[in-house]
């Protein structure tokens, strides 16, 4: 069964740092990949996707994230954290079926001044 | 362009009550309809999904239930709520596959007392 693994529940990133944001997966074929971020409160946001191509997929607000599919991980990156990036990450994967998909627990982004 | 509401954003009810929260999709057909419950530090759980009007596939047993009495909206009910059902409600949206990933509404803060 597919699965998402998001090794680091919070993470503390001085603002202007660069940013990394684990997420592992599991599945048998090629996989869709996603990542969310969700504000306090609210619902989720798209950042980018990731379906075939290049491996390197550029999102919104300047993140990206790159597919390595022998390490099986999609981690999302930023060169230089704002304080408005802090908030809950999501990584997710489409199942099989192509009818839903499968999040990861979440890390939460924490920037310090 | 396609939009998504959820109601309503806060609600606090008795244990034992009943529960009805509605999402509906604007500017789409038959989209792909999905209920999620997010509680602290467990990420996304899926609830029920749907492809279609009236079906209706649920991920996890419990004392909710979900119907989709028409193409754009989907609806998440209890007979009577327990408050371990207390938690943030998310309606989401997609195409037909989910490989361009989803829309989400707002959420819907449920504490039960």
């Known amino acids: 069964a597919q699965s998402v693994t998001q090794p680091d529940i919070h993470i503390t990133v001085s603002e202007g740092a660069s940013l990394e944001l684990r997420c592992n997966y599991s599945?048998?074929?090629?996989?869709?990949l996603f990542w969310y971020v969700q504000s306090p409160g609210q619902g989720l946001q798209l950042l980018l996707k990731?379906?075939?191509?290049?491996?390197l997929v550029q999102g919104i607000k300047g993140f990206e994230a790159e597919f390595k599919r022998s390490q099986s991980s999609f981690n999302l990156r930023k060169p230089s954290v704002h304080w408005s990036d802090a908030a809950e990450y999501f990584c997710?994967?489409?199942?099989?079926?192509?009818?839903?998909?499968?999040f990861g627990k979440g890390t939460t982004l924490s920037v310090s001044s | 362009s396609q939009t998504i509401h959820q109601w309503p954003a806060t609600l606090v009810q008795p244990v034992g009550s009943p529960l009805s929260l509605e999402c509906t999709v604007e500017?789409?057909?038959?989209?792909?309809l999905y209920w999620y419950r997010q509680a602290a530090g467990r990420g996304l759980q899926l609830l029920f999904y749907?492809?279609?009007?009236?079906?209706i596939s649920s991920e996890v047993p419990q004392n909710l239930s979900a119907s989709r009495p028409q193409d754009r909206q989907f609806i998440l009910s209890s007979k009577k709520l327990l408050l371990s059902d207390s938690g943030f409600y998310l309606c989401?949206?997609?195409?037909?596959?989910?490989?361009?990933?989803?829309?989400f509404g707002s959420g819907t803060r449920l504490t039960v007392v």
């Open positions: 599945y048998g074929a090629t996989p869709y």
């Open positions: 500017g789409t057909s038959n989209p792909n």
């Open positions: 997710a994967v489409a199942n099989q079926a192509g009818t839903a998909l499968i």
């Open positions: 749907s492809i279609g009007i009236g079906q």
């Open positions: 989401a949206w997609s195409s037909f596959r989910t490989d361009h990933g989803y829309t």
């Open positions: 990731y379906f075939s191509g290049d491996t």
